[in-house]
T-cell receptor
Framework: NAGVTQTPKFQVLKTGQSMTLQCAQD?????MSWYRQDPGMGLRLIHY???????DQGEVPNGYNVSRSTTEDFPLRLLSAAPSQTSVYFC????????????FGPGTRLTVT | QKEVEQDPGPLSVPEGAIVSLNCTYS??????FMWYRQYSRKGPELLMY????GNKEDGRFTAQVDKSSKYISLFIRDSQPSDSATYLC???????????FGTGTSLTVIP
């Protein structure tokens, strides 16, 4: 049982480039989400999904796209990277009913130059 | 005003001390309250959760929620060097669709 996995672990992009951060979970959780973590800002929700085919915006969605075609996978796409998107990105999944135990992946460290 | 406020510290205590970590919040609709521990360069891991008000104990850890004051606490008894990490509080409404995190408190336990 691998839990939540993320790839890549590290990435450096130039301004304007696009990329996809991959996230997968093997716990059969319907709910998955993406956060970014910045110094002094804590974890902020980017997008979340309550099941395959259903996504919604979180607190800081601008500049990011998501889709959910399977229960297991929830990729995050940066369409045109900006230096303000330099951050550590965490994917998470949680149980469907309360108490909503949320499990995080190991993170992707992204630098945009 | 941020949804969740947490003193960033840093907090430094000797081994064996009792540690108190706190968060305040503004949204009275929050019903689920969680504490996560995050080691350097790792993902957060769930420590404890509480639903609505009250206390919950798990080994050396005790979580308290005071909804009337919009204040939650995590107590660590007999702190160990292995407890050195950043502790994040998090909260959610009944839907559990959006979690709001504090900025984290950095704790160092000195042997």
């Amino acid at each position: 049982n691998a839990g939540v996995t993320q790839t890549p672990k590290f990435q450096v992009l130039k301004t304007g480039q696009s990329m996809t951060l991959q996230c997968a979970q093997d716990m059969n959780h319907e709910y998955m989400s993406w956060y970014r973590q910045d110094p002094g800002m804590g974890l902020r929700l980017i997008h979340y999904s309550v099941g395959a085919g259903i996504t919604d915006q979180g607190e800081v969605p601008n500049g990011y796209n998501v889709s959910r075609s399977t229960t297991e996978d929830f990729p995050l796409r940066l369409l045109s990277a900006a230096p303000s998107q330099t951050s550590v990105y965490f994917c998470a999944s949680r149980t469907s009913a309360g108490p909503y135990e949320q499990y995080f992946g190991p993170g992707t460290r992204l630098t945009v130059t | 005003q941020k949804e969740v406020e947490q003193d960033p510290g840093p907090l430094s205590v000797p081994e064996g001390a009792i540690v108190s970590l706190n968060c305040t919040y503004s949204n009275s609709a929050f019903q689920y309250f969680m504490w996560y521990r995050q080691y350097s360069r790792k993902g957060p891991e769930l420590l404890m959760y509480t639903y609505s008000s009250g206390n919950k104990e798990d080994g050396r850890f005790t979580a308290q929620v005071d909804k009337s004051s919009k204040y939650i606490s995590l107590f660590i008894r007999d702190s160990q060097p292995s407890d050195s990490a950043t502790y994040l509080c998090a909260m959610s409404t009944n839907t559990g669709n959006q979690f709001y995190f504090g900025t984290g408190t950095s704790l160092t336990v000195i042997p």
